[in-house]
């Protein structure tokens, strides 16, 4: 079976139609809730939808971690919380992790306009998707998905400010393959959406900025705040 860890801050606007979501998509052992000192009601409101709900300190990558501790399947899920699976993920997933040589992998996006909706500039969401389709390593949007003893193996996502996905994902590859699902997941646009038309574009070169050796502190000030 598969567990779903969703690290979450601030949330509540969201959070019960995620959790509701992966209930009834997929078949799941659990969802797990690991809330990073919300404000808002979001711990409660997952509590009541259903998932197990952790409380601890801000930051994706130790959000990432508390959870994928308490999880009690043999495969798990990272997912974020303004992210929809794709029908059959489940069994996408584990069918992938049977495979041999394959240690993890992720879904492809499709961004989902909000404030956006029809007009021209929301053609620039979908570079995002572009990127899905043909980068090596996967984004946290991605919904990746490993198994639990790989997961143990690596040392789990690293406590860094911003990037903690791609870290975590270069770390994957060097231990077997790193799979890219056919299907897609469908994201919420607005991080692009509330941030400068530039920053949109900037911020699919990331990845190469990180590669270059730029720091984790520095792009999360260039991004804004990620959570």
């Known amino acids: 079976m598969l567990?779903?860890?969703?690290?979450?801050?601030?949330?509540?606007?969201r959070i019960v139609a995620t959790v509701n979501d992966v209930i009834e998509r997929a078949e799941v052992a659990e969802?797990?809730?690991?809330?990073?000192?919300?404000?808002?009601?979001s711990a409660q409101?997952?509590?009541?939808?259903?998932?197990?709900?952790?409380?601890?300190?801000?930051?994706?990558?130790?959000?990432?971690?508390?959870?994928?501790?308490?999880?009690?399947?043999?495969?798990?899920?990272?997912?974020?919380?303004?992210?929809?699976?794709?029908?059959?993920?489940?069994q996408m997933i584990e069918d992938a992790l049977r495979k041999p040589g394959v240690v993890g992998g992720a879904f492809r996006t499709w961004h989902r306009a909000e404030r956006w909706r029809g007009k021209a500039k929301a053609a620039l969401l979908h570079l995002a998707d572009f990127r899905s389709r043909y980068s090596p390593l996967p984004y946290g949007d991605q919904g990746i998905f490993t198994s639990a003893k790989?997961?143990?193996?690596?040392?789990?996502?690293?406590t860094i400010p911003l990037m903690e996905d791609l870290a975590f994902a270069r770390a994957l590859r060097q231990r077997g393959i790193v799979v890219r699902l056919p299907a897609a997941v469908s994201v919420s646009a607005r991080r692009f959406e509330s941030a400068p038309i530039y920053q949109t574009?900037?911020?699919?070169?990331?990845?190469?900025?990180?590669?270059?050796?730029?720091?984790?502190?520095?792009?999360?000030?260039?991004?804004?705040?990620?959570?």
Not at 150 to 158: A, L, R, T, W, Y
Request: aromatic share 6%; net charge negative; glycine share 10%.
């Open 3 to 13: 567990s779903v860890v969703i690290p979450v801050l601030n949330e509540a606007a």
């Open 31 to 41: 969802v797990i809730v690991v809330d990073g000192g919300s404000s808002d009601e």
């Open 45 to 90: 409101l997952a509590k009541d939808a259903g998932a197990t709900v952790l409380t601890t300190q801000r930051g994706r990558g130790h959000q990432l971690n508390v959870g994928a501790a308490t999880a009690v399947s043999e495969n798990l899920l990272f997912l974020h919380a303004d992210v929809t699976l794709p029908t059959n993920a489940t």
């Open 150 to 158: 790989i997961f143990q193996q690596i040392g789990g996502f690293p």
């Open 201 to 227: 574009a900037l911020v699919n070169i990331f990845p190469l900025l990180y590669y270059l050796g730029v720091p984790s502190t520095i792009l999360a000030r260039l991004y804004g705040n990620p959570r």
